[in-house]
Every structure is written in C-alpha cells, then in structure tokens.
C-alpha cells in the first residue's frame, strides 16, 4: 500500500482518505454484498478472490473493497490506474506477475477507472487472466456492458454497488467525529440535523459526504479549542449539488429515456424535471431537442401534426440563442409533447414495412408504377397502364401499387387519438372506394 514521506502531515490527507477502512468491519453500506454469508464477504474472508468487477456509482466503495482485499489478502496486490497507466506498465506488472506464479504465489491487479482503457488496452488484461498469471479486480462507475470488452467481461464476475443511504451516510459522519483518525481528538460542536443536511447533500456518495464534512469544520466558528459548526456554514457549503451525470455514459441514456417515458405517458411534471437535471448538468440542448423530433413523430404523429412543427421550432430556437435561454422553448416543446394526444401508430406501420421490406428484398417493383425513361423500358412494359390520379374525379385509382406477394397487406392502422381519427376515417373511405372498384 501506498507510505506517507517524512514531509507529509497526517492533517494535510483528506478527511475522506484517512477514514478510509482497512477492514471489512469497518465498511459501511453494500449489505446485499457484505452481509454475513454474502458471497463478497465470504471470497475476502477466505482469501479465495477471484477476477471481479465492482460497479457503482462514485463514493460507494468500489476502492474500498479493493483496499481491504489488499490489507486481508495473502497475494501480491498492484494497484494501476487507467489514468495514469498504460500498456508498457501493464507489461512490467504481468511479467513480474508470471514470475510470482511460478513460485506459488498469486498476483491481485486492481484496476481502477478500468472504463478508460480502450478495446486494446483491455485485451491486453485477457491473457494474463485467463492463464491466470494475474487476479483483476477492475472498478468503474460505468455500465460494464458497454465499457468492458465482452472476452475480458465473461471472465470476471460483476458486483453491482449502491449509493449508499442517508443512514449510511450519518453512521460515516458520526464515526468521522469521533476516529481519532478524524476529529475525534477535537471539541466539535454540529447538530444531527446539519449532519442530515450534509447527509442528503452527498447523495449517497461517502466522499462527498466526508469532504462537505471536512469543510464545514474547518470553516466553522473558533473559540478557544472549541469549533461550532453553524446553520449558515453548512448552507455555503451545499449551496450548489453536483448532478451525476455522464454525457457519454449510461446515466446519460438513463435520463433521455426517463424524459421520453414521461411524455409519452403524458406526465408534463416528471418530464420537466428530467429536462432541467440534463440542461443542468451540461447537456447539449440540441441533442435534446433531436430527441423531441423524434418523439413528435414516433409518439405523437398524426393525432396532433403540430407536434412535429412544435420540435422542429425548438430546435431551431435552441441553435440560434443556446442556453440558458433556450430552455424554455424546450420546456414549451416537452409540456406541449406531455398533454396532446398520443400515437405511435407511424413508428409501429414503419417497423412492421421495414420487417417486410428486409426479408422481402427481392420483391420486383410492379411494372404499372416502373419509370421508362427510355425505348427499351417502354418495350418492356415499364409503366403501361399507369393511371393519373389527378385525372379522375375522386383523386383515387384501383391501380396496384404494392408486389403481388404483399397485396392486402396493412401498415398504418390510424388511432381514434386527437385529429388521427379524422385521417382514420378518410383511410376507411379510400379503402372502401378501392374495394368497390377493383
């Protein structure tokens, strides 16, 4: 493990890394995984550790676990950072691992951060794991199913850690007090409801938790040796919450797909909310308004023909003026998406033709409605007895347009929903001229 130098202070080490468990009693949270008998906690007490990957959220205790392996376990244990390390340490590390190995000895690697290698990087990690040269232990706040490659995947098992409670949270600000590796040496004056404050400020992430703490105190009021912590210290310090976001992670597809969910089950309040956390939290206002264009159509369609008109004018809004003024064009559009009439009768006539048209491929465009630009294609009989719609009364022939293999077949089956129950009735009536004139 990592040693301090002889400059270093124990009170320059945040409040955070000092508190830092070493043991598993000491470890606070993930009782789905720690609890007495759970398999997590029964491969650390045994020292049977195998490769595994801890998935969380950050300030769960992903390093955590990886630190008490280290002080419990009988194997060599490496840390290497994907921020830091690259494919030349990664060789050093496995060279000096299959050397252990042939003395008996096993080789932990805890890879923290392991989402920011790429596809190659990551390979690198699959031979040594499946001769068993090394122990991967990889941690990362990202969906291992899209960031770690599937070989590399199949071969650790997957501990899914969860933010911790507010309770949690209160246990690790008490103890925070009272170790002696925090202020337990010192008169601190702070009440349960500011440490509840800080508590549900954190937002299940220990770290921040212990941090805010950390600032607090040291900014709270002297006198003598006693500090007192007050109402408007706090307040300052959990002014502003960093929102858990992702732009390119799984969070960020998490929260797109809330705001379409609430329109699209017309919950304007819900579908507000998950608008502002991602404009909030640094979202492209374009990219969000693209997806307001697509709801507009695949859930709305016909039965309000605005709506697309209504996304297409948000979006237009948003890249002439940008944030912050653009969202509320945006909030006007998501409201205006949330309380009109809902059909996805376009999206599903799209992906029953798309179905056909894939595994009908070979399907020959019916003569009658053929182009023939030229002699050879009239000769053929390309387009003869084409009929001009426009030259008859109603504006309809009988003519077939579809192959003869798909005759009959339907798509769009319009709703009763909104104004689609007006194109509903008029696709009725032009089915019903077809069938008395074929």
Same mark, same amino acid.
């Given at each position: 493990?990592?040693?301090?130098?002889?400059?270093?202070?124990?009170?320059?080490?945040?409040?955070?890394?000092?508190?830092?468990?070493?043991?598993?009693?000491?470890?606070?949270?993930?009782?789905?995984?720690?609890?007495?008998?759970?398999?997590?906690?029964?491969?650390?007490?045994?020292?049977?550790?195998?490769?595994?990957?801890?998935?969380?959220?950050?300030?769960?205790?992903?390093?955590?676990?990886?630190?008490?392996?280290?002080?419990?376990?009988?194997?060599?244990?490496?840390?290497?950072? @994907?921020?830091?390390?690259?494919?030349?340490?990664?060789?050093?590390?496995?060279?000096?691992?299959?050397?252990?190995?042939?003395?008996?000895?096993?080789?932990?690697?805890? %890879?923290?951060?392991?989402?920011?290698?790429?596809?190659?990087?990551?390979?690198?990690?699959?031979?040594?794991?499946?001769?068993?040269?090394?122990?991967?232990?990889?941690?990362?706040?990202?969906?291992?199913?899209?960031? %770690?490659?599937?070989? $590399?995947?199949?071969?650790?098992?997957?501990?899914? $850690?969860?933010?911790?409670?507010?309770?949690?949270?209160?246990?690790?600000?008490?103890?925070?007090?009272?170790?002696?590796?925090?202020?337990?040496?010192?008169?601190?004056?702070?009440?349960?409801?500011?440490?509840?404050?800080?508590?549900?400020?954190?937002?299940?992430?220990?770290?921040?938790?212990?941090?805010?703490?950390?600032?607090?105190?040291?900014?709270?009021?002297?006198?003598?040796?006693?500090?007192?912590?007050?109402?408007?210290?706090?307040?300052?310090?959990?002014?502003?919450?960093?929102?858990?976001?992702?732009?390119?992670?799984?969070?960020?597809?998490?929260?797109?797909?809330?705001?379409?969910?609430?329109?699209?089950?017309?919950?304007?309040?819900?579908?507000?909310?998950?608008?502002?956390?991602?404009?909030?939290?640094?979202?492209?206002?374009?990219?969000? @308004?693209?997806?307001?264009?697509?709801?507009?159509?695949?859930?709305?369609?016909?039965?309000?023909?605005?709506?697309?008109?209504?996304?297409? @004018?948000?979006?237009?809004?948003?890249?002439?003026?940008?944030?912050?003024?653009?969202? %509320?064009?945006?909030?006007?559009?998501?409201?205006?998406?949330?309380?009109?009439?809902?059909?996805?009768?376009?999206?599903?006539?799209?992906?029953?033709?798309?179905?056909?048209?894939?595994?009908?491929?070979?399907?020959?465009?019916?003569?009658?409605?053929?182009?023939?630009?030229?002699?050879?294609?009239?000769?053929?009989?390309?387009?003869?007895?084409?009929?001009?719609?426009?030259?008859?009364?109603?504006?309809?022939?009988?003519?077939?347009?579809?192959?003869?293999?798909? %005759?009959?077949?339907?798509?769009?089956?319009?709703?009763?929903?909104?104004?689609?129950?007006?194109?509903?009735?008029?696709?009725?009536?032009?089915?019903?001229?077809?069938?008395?004139?074929?």
């Amino acid at each position: 493990m990592e040693q301090r130098t002889l400059f270093e202070r124990e009170e320059d080490t945040p409040l955070a890394a000092r508190l830092r468990p070493e043991t598993l009693s000491e470890v606070v949270g993930q009782a789905h995984l720690l609890g007495e008998g759970k398999v997590l906690r029964r491969l650390i007490e045994s020292d049977r550790i195998a490769s595994m990957i801890f998935w969380g959220p950050p300030g769960v205790g992903k390093t955590t676990l990886a630190r008490v392996i280290a002080y419990t376990t009988k194997a060599e244990f490496v840390n290497f950072s @994907a921020a830091i390390n690259g494919i030349k340490e990664l060789k050093t590390i496995m060279g000096q691992a299959a050397k252990r190995r042939a003395y008996g000895q096993r080789t932990i690697v805890f %890879v923290d951060e392991i989402h920011r290698f790429n596809k190659a990087q990551q390979d690198a990690f699959l031979p040594y794991v499946e001769n068993g040269s090394i122990i991967l232990i990889g941690a990362t706040t990202e969906n291992p199913s899209f960031e %770690v490659n599937g070989a $590399l995947l199949s071969r650790c098992k997957v501990f899914v $850690l969860k933010s911790l409670t507010d309770q949690d949270l209160m246990t690790l600000l008490k103890r925070a007090l009272t170790d002696p590796r925090g202020f337990g040496g010192q008169d601190i004056s702070i009440s349960d409801d500011m440490l509840e404050a800080i508590a549900g400020f954190a937002n299940g992430d220990a770290r921040t938790a212990l941090s805010t703490l950390e600032m607090v105190v040291l900014n709270g009021d002297m006198d003598g040796e006693r500090i007192t912590v007050t109402e408007q210290t706090v307040e300052q310090c959990t002014s502003r919450k960093s929102l858990l976001y992702d732009k390119k992670g799984e969070e960020h597809y998490n929260l797109i797909s809330a705001l379409h969910k609430s329109m699209r089950n017309s919950d304007l309040d819900a579908a507000v909310y998950w608008l502002a956390r991602m404009l909030e939290a640094g979202e492209d206002p374009l990219y969000v @308004a693209r997806r307001v264009i697509r709801f507009a159509s695949e859930d709305v369609g016909l039965a309000d023909p605005r709506a697309l008109e209504i996304a297409v @004018a948000a979006y237009q809004a948003c890249h002439f003026i940008g944030m912050p003024e653009c969202s %509320v064009h945006l909030t006007q559009a998501v409201v205006y998406m949330s309380l009109v009439p809902k059909s996805n009768a376009l999206y599903t006539a799209y992906e029953t033709a798309k179905q056909d048209a894939l595994s009908r491929l070979a399907e020959p465009v019916p003569l009658v409605i053929r182009n023939a630009p030229t002699r050879l294609m009239k000769d053929l009989d390309y387009g003869k007895g084409y009929q001009y719609a426009h030259d008859t009364a109603e504006k309809l022939t009988n003519m077939q347009c579809l192959p003869d293999s798909l %005759v009959g077949r339907e798509y769009y089956r319009p709703t009763d929903q909104g104004l689609e129950e007006r194109f509903k009735k008029r696709l009725e009536a032009i089915k019903q001229w077809k069938k008395e004139h074929s």
